[in-house]
């Protein structure tokens, strides 16, 4: 079964850098099936797709975020991890990372990190 | 990017209704469309991807439609734990994009 954990702060101040960490279990973050993502959703607002990584480590990063955010994997740990940069109140949300095959088909539980000094 | 518009915002019905949610896309993205059911404090479940393929395990009540720009999710008969909220996904192109979300409540 697979499973994906996130992990990091849940509190980060203004002006730092946001730093996840997803650790997939059932699965190889080495596999060239899948892309891995991250995925959040500010409090009772719908979902934004932030970006995703290949296994051969290439990147696509939503353009909005695109000068702040750096997704990285580390395969001898089969992790992923986002990290966003300059953080302001409007980055306060509910982070997921996530497996998309055809459809994004297993999600972490999500956490939150919400940006306050 | 491709904006992908969801109606209607909300829908109130009733259980053993029928529900359809239409999600239009602002270029053509193929058939590269999924649909995702999200109950509070829960993460998303995929429902359907590549417009009309049923997630494994997802009951067949769930059905999707639709090519090109348009797209459809039909709810065949309203059961009591469909009450979510539904969000359409493109993966035509980078970057993906979801729609705004439909909140089916209970009437």
């Known amino acids: 079964q697979v499973q994906l954990q996130e992990s990091g702060p849940g509190l980060v101040k203004p002006s730092e850098t946001l730093s996840l960490t997803c650790t997939v279990s059932?699965?190889?973050?080495?596999?060239?099936?899948?892309?891995w993502n991250w995925i959040r959703q500010p409090p009772g607002k719908g979902l934004e797709w932030i970006g995703c990584?290949?296994?051969?480590?290439?990147?696509n990063y939503n353009p909005s975020l695109k000068s702040r955010v750096t997704i990285s994997v580390d395969k001898s740990k089969n992790q992923f991890s986002l990290k966003l940069s300059s953080v302001t109140a409007a980055d306060t949300a509910v982070y997921y990372c996530?497996?998309?095959?055809?459809?994004?088909?297993?999600w972490g539980q999500g956490t939150l990190v919400t940006v306050s000094s | 990017d491709t904006q992908m518009t969801q109606s209607p915002s909300s829908v109130s019905a009733s259980v053993g209704d029928r529900v359809t949610i239409t999600c239009r896309a602002s270029?053509?993205?193929?058939?590269?469309l999924a649909w995702y059911q999200q109950k509070p404090g829960k993460a998303p479940k995929v429902l359907i991807y590549?417009?009309?393929t049923l997630q494994t395990g997802v009951s067949s009540r769930f059905s999707g439609s639709g090519s090109g720009t348009d797209f459809t999710l039909t709810i065949s008969s309203l059961q009591p734990e469909d009450f979510a909220t539904y969000y359409c996904?493109?993966?035509?192109?980078?970057?993906?994009?979801f729609g705004q979300g439909t909140k089916v409540e209970i009437k």
């Open positions: 990584i290949y296994y051969s480590g290439s990147t």
């Open positions: 059932g699965g190889s973050v080495s596999s060239p099936s899948y892309y």
């Open positions: 996530a497996r998309y095959r055809s459809g994004i088909d297993y």
């Open positions: 996904q493109q993966a035509n192109n980078f970057p993906w994009t």
């Open positions: 270029q053509g993205i193929g058939s590269w």
């Open positions: 590549a417009t009309s």
